[in-house]
Nanobody, 119 residues
C-alpha cells in the first residue's frame, strides 16, 4: 500500500501562484511515477502533470504547459506542483497519484486539495 497526503491548496487571485505538495509513504520503493490530476465540479478527473521517479522526466497537459512545474524531492519522498499564472479555469480539487510500474495505471490516490482561483 501507498499513502499520499496533499497540502498547499487555497484561494488565490488570477495571475497568482500556489505550490502543492504530496508526501508519500508505505510501499514506495517500487514506484515508477507520480502525477497530479484535477477535477472541477461536474467534470471528469483530468491529468495535469507527471514525473518519472527514477529519471525525473516530466510531462504535462497542454493546458498547463509553461505555467505549472512538477518536481520531486527524493530524500523526503515528496512531489510538488508549482502553479504560476493561475487562471479561474484552474479551479479544481487537485489529487496526487502513484503508478507502480511502467505498464500500470495510477493506482494510489491522495484525498485531494482544493485550489480556487478568483477572477
Amino acid at each position: 500500500q501507498v499513502q499520499l497526503v496533499e497540502s498547499g491548496g487555497g484561494l488565490v487571485q488570477a495571475g497568482g501562484s500556489l505550490r502543492l505538495s504530496c508526501a508519500a509513504s508505505g510501499r514506495t520503493s517500487s514506484r515508477y511515477a507520480m502525477g497530479w490530476f484535477r477535477q472541477a465540479p461536474g467534470k471528469e478527473r483530468d491529468f495535469v502533470a507527471g514525473i518519472i521517479w527514477s529519471g525525473g522526466n516530466t510531462y504535462y497537459a497542454d493546458s498547463v504547459k509553461g505555467r505549472f512545474t512538477i518536481s520531486r524531492d527524493i530524500a523526503n519522498n515528496t512531489v510538488y506542483l508549482q502553479m504560476n499564472s493561475l487562471k479561474p479555469e484552474d479551479t479544481a480539487v487537485y489529487y496526487c497519484a502513484v503508478r507502480l510500474g511502467v505498464f500500470s495505471a495510477y493506482a494510489y490516490w491522495g484525498q485531494g486539495t482544493q485550489v480556487t482561483v478568483s477572477s
